[in-house]
Structure formats: structure tokens, C-alpha cells
């Protein structure tokens, strides 16, 4: 999920399990997506996009998930691995773009 | 393609000193962005550009000023730095402005004493 606060929520998995990253936007109005993965130093890089009009968009090993009814999106990782640890967040555009704070991901081996 | 770049890396400066942050990019995007990223927060736009010679104000534009004078590169600049502006800056370009994924700069860390 997302906060504001000074900690980040944590998600923390081993590795080869799915993980499940969630994310609550807050205006209806926004009808465009991203979802980033920030590693420790370096900028985000984007992983996946969806537009309004889907429910569902899948990349390589990676799915997002947008229920419009709750302003909701998840980010699914299939067989989780040491390098997808990092924080993941989420961005909404009603026009400009808005970041979530993110979720940090550590994967155990 | 060196995508976007930043320089510095690292800085640090005293309050009321003041220093010019380089963002410079080779996709020929129009679109060109500085953010800060505090611990635990989102990324909050600063200034944006949507093109050589324009610049607009961004949610915290206080106490920084921007400049586009070439279209590859966008500049950020601290006046007389104080200690709220420590923080991490991140440059980003997008073809677009609406609708378009972001590309990011790795970053400068920035403390100010």
C-alpha cells in the first residue's frame, strides 16, 4: 500500500514465491498508471503501464491489476527473484502525474 | 544512448551557499521535470519544462529557480540553500507530458548544513 509517512510499508517474500504489491489511488478522474521500481541509489525505471479502459495488463513476469470501482491497482511478481528487491510505486496522471511514497520489496534467498 | 544524466552525484553545502544542478538528456524529449524525494514520501515535482526556453512551476517550487536554454539539458538551481532543502533530486524526461512514462536521472543527493 502507499503512505506518507517516514516508513515505507514492507513486503517481504522469499525467493521463487509471487509477490503482490498494492496501491490506492486517489482520483477518479485518473485514467493512466505506471507502476516504478526504485533499487537503493539510483532513479526509478518503469516496469508497466495501464490505461483506464483495462483491467489488466501483463509484461514478463509482471501483471498489473486496476479495479476502478475502488481506485486500486496491484503490481503481481511472478516467481520473485533477489533483484526485483527495491521499492515499487505507483503513479497516477489525471493529468499531471502523481507518486505514490511506495512499497519496499525484500526478497530472502 | 546515455538516457538522462545528472550532475553532481553528491553535494554538500552550507545555508545561504548556493549551487546550479545539471540534468541533461539524449531522447530529444520535449519534457523535462525536477523532483525531490524525501525519506518515506513521494516524488514531488519542483519545476517542469515543456520545451527549450519555458518553464513552469511545479507543487514545491519555493526556493528554486529552473532554466531551459537547450532542449537536451534543464538546470535546477538553489539561491541560498537552507537545511529543508536536503534532500535527494531526481531529473526526468517524457516525450509527452500527459500520459507518457517518465524517464529518470539517477540522481543527486544533496545535504545542506
Known amino acids: 500500500g502507499e503512505s506518507v509517512g517516514l516508513h515505507l510499508p514492507t513486503l517481504s517474500v522469499q525467493e521463487g514465491d509471487n509477490s503482490i504489491i498494492n496501491c490506492a489511488y486517489s482520483n477518479s478522474a485518473s485514467d493512466y498508471f505506471i507502476w516504478y521500481k526504485q533499487e537503493s541509489g539510483k532513479g526509478p525505471q518503469f516496469i508497466i503501464d495501464?490505461?483506464?479502459?483495462?483491467d489488466k495488463r501483463q509484461g514478463q513476469r509482471v501483471t498489473v491489476l486496476l479495479n476502478k470501482t475502488v481506485k486500486h491497482l496491484s503490481l503481481q511478481i511472478a516467481a520473485t527473484q533477489p533483484g526485483d528487491s527495491a521499492v515499487y510505486f505507483c503513479?497516477?496522471?489525471?493529468?499531471?502525474?502523481?507518486f505514490g511514497a511506495g512499497t519496499r520489496l525484500t526478497v530472502k534467498p | 544512448n546515455a538516457g538522462v544524466t545528472q550532475t553532481p552525484k553528491f553535494r554538500v553545502l552550507k545555508t545561504g551557499q548556493s549551487m546550479t544542478l545539471l540534468c541533461a538528456q539524449d531522447?530529444?524529449?520535449?519534457?523535462m521535470y525536477w523532483y525531490r524525494q524525501d525519506p518515506g514520501m513521494g516524488l514531488r515535482l519542483i519545476h517542469y519544462?515543456?520545451?527549450?526556453?519555458?518553464?513552469a512551476k511545479g507543487e514545491v517550487p519555493d526556493g528554486y529557480n529552473v532554466s531551459r536554454l537547450k532542449k537536451q539539458n534543464f538546470l535546477l538551481g538553489l539561491e541560498s540553500a537552507a537545511p529543508s532543502q536536503t534532500s535527494v533530486y531526481f531529473c526526468?524526461?517524457?516525450?509527452?507530458?500527459?500520459?507518457?512514462?517518465?524517464?529518470f536521472g539517477p540522481g543527486t543527493r544533496l545535504l545542506v548544513l
Open positions: 519544462s515543456v520545451g527549450e526556453g519555458t518553464t
Open positions: 503513479a497516477e496522471n489525471p493529468g499531471d502525474m502523481r
Open positions: 526526468a524526461s517524457s516525450y509527452s507530458i500527459i500520459k507518457e512514462t517518465q524517464y
Open positions: 495501464i490505461r483506464s479502459n483495462m
Open positions: 531522447m530529444n524529449h520535449e519534457y
